[in-house]
Structure formats: structure tokens, C-alpha cells
């Protein structure tokens, strides 16, 4: 019995993961995928600016 054998074990290295090239589909979906965050950012910013959505106005209490 060594003393190493009770404390806690090192993990496994994970094997190193290789660069996948990427093909002309996986770089149009990135492309893509870069425009419409691009496009969702903006929508974003422009919707923050205005107010409420519904304009119902001033809201009345029940009682009478």
C-alpha cells in the first residue's frame, strides 16, 4: 500500500482535439449565422429606444 493510493487520482488527459478544416458549407453557415446576429443586434438596439408596446394609457381601478 503506497500513500498515493488513498488521495484523489489525476484525471486522464483529454486527447488534443485536431483543427477540422472547414468545407465551403460549414463557411457559408458561419457567414450566414454572423449576418443575422448582426441583424438581431440592430433590431435590438432599435427596440430599446421606444417605450412601452401597448399604449393603453392610464389604468383605472376597479372601485367605483
Same mark, same amino acid.
Given at each position: 500500500? *503506497?500513500?498515493? /493510493?488513498?488521495?484523489?487520482?489525476? $484525471?486522464?488527459?483529454? $486527447?488534443?482535439k485536431?483543427?477540422?478544416?472547414?468545407?465551403?458549407?460549414?463557411?457559408?453557415?458561419k457567414?450566414?449565422? #454572423? /449576418?443575422?446576429?448582426?441583424?438581431?443586434?440592430?433590431?435590438?438596439? #432599435?427596440? *430599446?429606444? #421606444?417605450? $412601452?408596446?401597448? &399604449?393603453? &394609457?392610464?389604468? #383605472? *381601478? &376597479?372601485?367605483?
Amino acid at each position: 500500500m *503506497s500513500g498515493r /493510493e488513498g488521495g484523489k487520482k489525476k $484525471p486522464l488527459k483529454a $486527447p488534443k482535439k485536431q483543427s477540422k478544416e472547414m468545407d465551403e458549407d460549414d463557411m457559408a453557415f458561419k457567414q450566414k449565422q #454572423k /449576418e443575422e446576429q448582426k441583424a438581431m443586434d440592430a433590431l435590438k438596439a #432599435k427596440a *430599446s429606444g #421606444k417605450g $412601452p408596446l401597448c &399604449g393603453s &394609457g392610464i389604468k #383605472k *381601478s &376597479g372601485k367605483k
